[in-house]
């Protein structure tokens, strides 16, 4: 495993917010979702598309809080424009789970 510093950790802007929308992505190379984040007033709704569909449906990930970088380059996911990496972790088949806070936060707080 590679080192870093705490600068570099702080370089990483990692923030929670809140699924307001979300679609299925049949053109995906790999099953997705596509998700509407938002991040709060100075943030605002970002774009992501996940690959969360072994756990969640769009219909029941709207509402759901998330951690996701916020400051990574957009990336053109097929015909979508990917702006934010919204986190997970493996289960124990490596199907995404997501990360979410586990007490109410504001929408756009960043993780320390």
């Known amino acids: 495993m590679n080192q870093i510093d705490f600068d570099d950790f702080l370089r990483v802007d990692i923030r929670k917010g809140t699924v307001v929308n979300a679609e299925p992505f049949p053109e995906a190379r790999k099953p997705a979702i596509k998700l509407w984040v938002d ?12 690959q969360i569909t072994k756990h969640y449906t769009p219909e029941g990930v709207i509402g759901k809080d998330v951690m996701a970088v916020i400051n990574f380059p957009p990336r053109q996911i097929g015909k979508f424009m990917s702006e934010v990496l919204v986190l997970g972790v493996p289960d124990e088949t490596g199907e995404v789970v997501l990360l979410t806070p586990d007490h109410p936060v504001p929408d756009g707080g960043r993780l320390f």
């Open 39 to 50: 991040f709060g007033d100075a943030l605002g709704i970002r774009k992501s598309s996940a």
